[in-house]
């Protein structure tokens, strides 16, 4: 969608504390559209200020008040809204109705990435939701060097399945078949972390499940289709 689209505007939700993830986000954008902008947004002004004084000088990065109903700049439709630990003090009932504001915002055929992640960065989930506010992927992204189980997953799912993690729910079963082909693939442990994901990833593939993202397995990421996890 960056690559394609005619605006390439980001809108960054919920930025936090500090102009940090704003810069980050905007400087490895910029190296797949040069002209990429991030409009970062918070509903506290005394953050939006202190971003802004952060991120003083850097072309492409602002700043907003605003929260799920996304006001940018112009009225301009963002080609990707990224919304990350926004939803987690909210109740699952809430979730479709916040998707389905920010899609709202969207240029056709953006999207919406939400999710959560630990204060590091190094245990991350997030959903893609299309234009249309429908949910199309779950990913998951694990630091692997320092893995011992994927099961650390479950803490930090997004709240739309986060309390679904219960016997009988399909996220519960796909994170078990995550753990479990884990476990199976400790006989390449000797390779190294990434072989021993690609490995444990492949076996999913093989079982059935419907995983994505191949080219990104041995960063330890992998998407599977929301069908496969929606909750019951």
């Not at 630091?143 to 739309?160: G, Q, S, T």
């Not at 992998?222 to 929606?230: C, I, K, T």
Request: proline share 7%.
């Amino acid at each position: 969608m960056l690559r394609r689209t005619d605006d390439p505007l980001i809108v960054d939700l919920g930025f936090g504390a500090s102009a940090a993830t704003p810069l980050e986000l905007h400087a490895r954008l910029s190296r797949v559209r040069p002209d990429a902008e991030v409009w970062g947004l918070e509903i506290d002004p005394e953050r939006v200020a202190r971003a802004r004084a952060q991120a003083d000088g850097v072309a492409g990065v602002d700043f907003g008040l605003g929260g799920f109903e996304v006001p940018t700049p112009g009225d301009r439709r963002p080609a990707i809204i990224r919304a990350m630990n926004v939803l987690r003090q909210y109740d699952e009932a809430d979730v479709a109705d916040a998707w389905a504001r920010m899609c709202a915002r969207l240029a056709p055929g953006g999207i919406l990435v939400e999710g959560t992640c630990d204060e590091i960065g190094r245990v991350v989930t997030w959903v893609e939701v299309g234009a249309d506010a429908v949910p199309r992927s779950l990913t998951v992204s694990l630091r692997l060097a320092d893995l011992d189980d994927p099961v650390i997953l479950a803490e930090r799912l997004p709240k739309a399945l986060i309390h679904r993690n219960v016997p009988g729910e399909r996220v519960h079963a796909y994170i078990a078949a995550l753990q479990r082909e884990w476990h199976r693939a400790a006989v390449v442990a000797p390779f190294g972390p990434i072989h021993r994901w690609r490995t444990a990833v492949a076996a999913l593939a093989a079982d059935g499940w419907p995983v994505s993202g191949r080219s990104r397995w041995r960063l330890g990421e992998v998407g599977v289709d929301w069908s496969a996890v929606a909750p019951a």
